[in-house]
């Protein structure tokens, strides 16, 4: 079957004038040759090789139509093809009758009283059931010819095929090209409307497979009209065959039915699934003011906050991810080791961290690499430095802000870093150093787990998890009064405390070996090696920035390097420059004997009073020259 059109021509003349007619007209169609149950047998094959239209006419069509799925196209009988066979009866003494399905007799009917013919008799087949008994109409035909007098019947191929009378003048209606060309034009269009719907159909059915929300309809009754895959997955449901069962019958609690009774929308409603928790939105199909059917969409709880976290990352906070892990800790040292395998232990929990340690200890390598390692490793890191920033600052950036908060507020507002974290883990970085206001806010945080905006009034939900790090001691700051004793506690849940590197000689070695081949490579020295002499050079020293400085350190040698080769007399230029720094800056502070007592915030508002004398109370000049916010220079002396 090369078309999808078969004309199943119920006598030979008819295929001859159909492939006429497909010649003349260059319409596609196959034509074969069938009557009746021949017909239906040529009409079923052509259905298997992808026929979607059958032309045919008379009985033979309506035959068809009842054994195939495809449309049946039925060549009508025309007033031209009445015409020429009762056309020349006309004013002969005849006596005639009609035999034929009811549009050919009805036909037959018109044209005879136009033309002044009188019909004696008539039998319309298929009266009586799809199947004509033709030994009933052959019994009636008899009748006919010996009571009426009848000696010509008009009918279609059937009757000349069915009956045959000696003597009788048998008149077979057939039709011409103006019947046939209709019926095949007619024929491409349903083809042409069919192949656009089966394209709109797949087109929507690859939508339906493609979209993440789960999406069921009905009909009025209830009964399934559509389900997708992600629907059969959030209600487990793995049976094949479910379009056109109850809704109920499949899912118990979906109040589809209810919305069937109600006509009313049900938007962002909350269900509860095979998967899980679900929002649902169940909307009423309504067609000229009545309720044909409901069709509801689905989306997991998870798959929203997926979606949310993506949404805040992607436009808010790009980057926001741990990079280091366990693994990026390197270390010889027992001490480390315990403080490693404390630190995985933490990991598995989600409660907060406080962190203590040296500048350049790396506080947040462990921050990381728990966070790294935690069951939120999906989820956003957000590190903030809390004394990088003036406190109004750091809070519009923790809690965010809505539109027209303050002067200079974004239009469309800005989400808070602690919303960023949601379902991850933020790092506060020296909280020792937080503003006490907001150190209350903070409390509240940890508290609720909840954030206000400022500027609002709503409180916002957060999934998170705290890891506070600190290089002060926060007891004697809460001793102090410079750090509330409640949130101390609630910080101090889980504690870690580093060691610094002069406590950790045997990591030395290790740590300057790994920055060597890394800044090596980076910076494409080719360095053949680091020399031993180096690493006794470096014992002298006491490393107060920690491994930071060291890492310092060995990018300048290995950059300070000549010829593919570390000269010692830079190194040792090098390290009696750190050590000379060292010495005067503790003989700078030995100057005050009571420089180092207290608190390291008292020793903080001592240096910044000395460096005040000595710029005449200038502070935009004192926090330049120190390195620090103007804000830090009022906050230590107020």
């Known amino acids: 079957?090369?078309?999808?059109?078969?004309?199943?021509?119920?006598?030979?003349?008819?295929?001859?004038?159909?492939?006429?007619?497909?010649?003349?007209?260059?319409?596609?169609?196959?034509?074969?040759?069938?009557?009746?149950?021949?017909?239906?047998?040529?009409?079923?094959?052509?259905?298997?090789?992808?026929?979607?239209?059958?032309?045919?006419?008379?009985?033979?069509?309506?035959?068809?139509?009842?054994?195939?799925?495809?449309?049946?196209?039925?060549?009508?009988?025309?007033?031209?093809?009445?015409?020429?066979?009762?056309?020349?009866?006309?004013?002969?003494?005849?006596?005639?009758?009609?035999?034929?399905?009811?549009?050919?007799?009805?036909?037959?009917?018109?044209?005879?009283?136009?033309?002044?013919?009188?019909?004696?008799?008539?039998?319309?087949?298929?009266?009586?059931?799809?199947?004509?008994?033709?030994?009933?109409?052959?019994?009636?035909?008899?009748?006919?010819?010996?009571?009426?007098?009848?000696?010509?019947?008009?009918?279609?191929?059937?009757?000349?095929?069915?009956?045959?009378?000696?003597?009788?003048?048998?008149?077979?209606?057939?039709?011409?090209?103006?019947?046939?060309?209709?019926?095949?034009?007619?024929?491409?269009?349903?083809?042409?409307?069919?192949?656009?719907?089966?394209?709109?159909?797949?087109?929507?059915?690859a939508i339906l497979n493609f979209v993440h929300d789960g999406i069921i309809a009905t009909d009025e009754h209830g009964n399934i009209t559509v389900l997708n895959p992600a629907a059969k997955k959030t209600f487990d449901i793995r049976q094949n065959q479910v379009i056109g069962r109850h809704i109920t019958s499949l899912i118990k609690n979906t109040r589809i039915d209810e919305v069937l009774k109600s006509g009313k929308a049900e938007v962002g409603q909350m269900q509860k699934a095979a998967s899980g928790h679900i929002l649902t939105n169940r909307i009423p199909i309504h067609v000229d003011g009545e309720v044909k059917g409901v069709v509801a969409t689905f989306q997991e709880a998870t798959q929203i906050q997926d979606a949310e976290?993506?949404?805040?990352?992607?436009?808010?906070?790009?980057?926001?991810?741990?990079?280091?892990?366990?693994?990026?800790?390197?270390t010889v040292d027992p001490h480390m080791k315990r403080l490693v395998e404390i630190a995985k232990g933490y990991s598995e929990t989600g409660a907060t961290v406080l962190i203590q340690g040296e500048s350049g200890t790396g506080k947040e390598l462990f921050a990381q690499s728990i966070h790294t390692q935690s069951p939120r490793s999906r989820g956003p890191f957000v590190a903030v430095n809390c004394a990088a920033l003036p406190h109004h600052l750091l809070e519009s950036e923790l809690f965010g802000y809505v539109e027209g908060a303050f002067t200079g507020a974004k239009k469309v507002g800005k989400i808070g870093l602690f919303e960023l974290a949601h379902t991850g883990t933020i790092f506060l970085d020296e909280i020792g150093d937080m503003d006490k206001v907001l150190q209350s806010r903070l409390l509240r945080v940890l508290a609720e787990r909840q954030v206000m905006r400022l500027g609002s009034d709503a409180l916002i939900p957060v999934d998170i998890r705290v890891i506070a790090a600190t290089n002060t001691d926060l007891r004697k700051q809460v001793q102090s009064g410079q750090f509330r004793k409640d949130l101390y506690y609630r910080l101090n849940v889980l504690n870690l405390s580093i060691i610094p590197l002069r406590e950790r000689h045997n990591d030395i070695p290790l740590l300057a070996a790994h920055f060597f081949e890394r800044f090596n490579h980076e910076h494409k020295r080719n360095i053949k090696k680091l020399p031993v002499e180096v690493m006794r050079m470096f014992g002298n020293y006491a490393w107060p920035g920690n491994v930071r400085e060291l890492e310092n350190v060995m990018e300048r040698i290995v950059l300070s390097a000549e010829k593919k080769a570390i000269h010692l007399p830079t190194v040792r230029l090098i390290v009696d420059e750190l050590l000379a720094a060292h010495a005067d800056e503790a003989g700078g502070l030995n100057q005050d004997k009571d420089l180092f007592s207290g608190s390291f915030q008292d020793i903080k508002r001592r240096i910044i009073t000395h460096v005040l004398k000595e710029e005449n109370w200038n502070k935009s000049k004192t926090a330049r020259r120190l390195g620090v916010d103007r804000t830090t220079v009022d906050r230590f002396c107020e």
């Open 1 to 205: 079957m090369k078309n999808k059109i078969c004309f199943v021509a119920c006598y030979p003349e008819l295929a001859a004038l159909a492939n006429e007619v497909k010649k003349e007209q260059s319409l596609p169609f196959d034509v074969v040759v069938g009557n009746l149950e021949e017909g239906v047998r040529q009409a079923l094959e052509a259905e298997k090789k992808g026929a979607q239209v059958i032309i045919s006419r008379g009985g033979t069509a309506s035959l068809i139509q009842q054994h195939v799925k495809v449309a049946v196209m039925e060549i009508p009988v025309t007033g031209y093809d009445i015409l020429r066979v009762i056309y020349p009866l006309s004013g002969q003494n005849r006596t005639v009758a009609i035999l034929g399905y009811q549009n050919v007799v009805l036909g037959c009917r018109t044209a005879a009283k136009i033309l002044g013919i009188p019909i004696r008799e008539e039998i319309i087949l298929g009266l009586n059931g799809p199947v004509t008994d033709w030994k009933d109409v052959r019994a009636q035909v008899e009748r006919m010819i010996k009571e009426d007098g009848v000696n010509t019947i008009i009918g279609d191929i059937n009757v000349q095929t069915k009956l045959d009378f000696p003597g009788i003048d048998m008149r077979v209606i057939v039709s011409g090209r103006e019947s046939i060309i209709p019926a095949v034009e007619e024929a491409a269009r349903i083809v042409k409307v069919r192949e656009e719907e089966q394209k709109a159909a797949q087109r929507l059915q």
């Open 309 to 330: 976290r993506t949404i805040r990352q992607t436009l808010y906070g790009k980057g926001l991810v741990a990079t280091y892990t366990f693994d990026d800790i390197l």
